[in-house]
C-alpha cells in the first residue's frame, strides 16, 4: 500500500515546468470510455502517466505511436489500421470522472471528446 501510494504522490509531480494545465500526471491515469471512440487505458509508470491500450468501441486495437507532455498539456497519438488514420489527443482539462480532449487527423479534421473513468 505504501509502494501505491507513493507512486500516486510521484505521478503527481510530473508535469513538466512550463506546462499550465488544470489537471495532474495522476490525474490521467484509469481507463477511459467513450460510447462513440471506445476506451483508452493510462497507467502510472515510476510516477509517469502512460497510455498502456487504445481499443475503438468495436474491438479494433489501435497501435500507439507516442504520447507525452507537450506545451498545449498531455497528448498521446495512434494509428487506426482499418482506415490508416492518424489521430492525435490532447488533454483539455479533468472533470473529476470526465477527460476532455481534443483530437485532430492527417485530413485536418478535428474535433473534442469527453471520455468517463471506470
Known sequence: MFLLLLS?????????????????????????RNEGAGEIT??????????QSVVDYDGEVFEIL?????????SWSYRVPS????????????DGDSLHTSWS?????????TWSRD
Open 8 to 32: 500516486i504522490a510521484c505521478a503527481s509531480k510530473h508535469v513538466p515546468t512550463g506546462v499550465d494545465v488544470p489537471y495532474t500526471a495522476a490525474d490521467l491515469v484509469g481507463d477511459w
Open 42 to 51: 493510462i497507467v502510472d509508470q515510476r510516477g509517469k502517466p502512460v497510455v
Open 66 to 74: 507516442g504520447f507525452g507532455w507537450g506545451e498545449d498539456g498531455y
Open 83 to 94: 482506415t490508416d488514420y492518424h489521430i492525435t489527443e490532447t488533454v483539455l482539462s479533468i
Open 105 to 113: 487527423n492527417q485530413n485536418g479534421d478535428t474535433g473534442k471528446d
